[in-house]
């Protein structure tokens, strides 16, 4: 059994900055790939950025060189850095794993930016 929860959500100006981390209990995640997805009001949710074992990590274009996805295997915690933030950065975020052939997600955190 996995659990996620994802923290650090809220309400930021355009160009603004936050920090969300999502953090893994039940089993060490180090070994598993771990993705950050974003649901926008009224559309489905999608994969923005993801980081494999190896630490590789992949980006939506509309978020290279703005979005930051890293690991801490140590703390068993997935961040997600988000600088120069737009309104269209706007929704709902949530991590997700695979692990046994099954899918975790966490709750989900908001993130609103506007002025």
């Known amino acids: 059994q996995v659990q996620l929860v994802e923290s650090g959500g809220g309400l930021v100006q355009p160009g603004g900055s936050l920090r969300l981390s999502c953090a893994a209990s039940?089993?060490?995640?180090?070994?598993?790939?771990m993705g950050w997805y974003r649901q926008a009001p009224g559309l489905q949710r999608d994969l923005v950025a993801s980081?494999?074992?190896?630490?590789?990590?992949n980006y939506i274009d509309s978020v290279k060189g703005r979005f930051t996805i890293s690991r801490d295997n140590g703390k068993n915690t997935v961040y997600l850095q988000m600088n120069s933030l737009k309104p269209e950065d706007t929704g709902v975020y949530y991590c997700?794993?695979?692990?046994?052939?099954?899918?975790?997600w966490g709750q989900g955190t908001q993130v609103t930016v506007s002025s």
């Open positions: 039940g089993r060490v995640l180090s070994r598993y790939p």
């Open positions: 997700k794993t695979i692990y046994g052939g099954i899918t975790y």
């Open positions: 980081i494999n074992d190896g630490g590789s990590t």
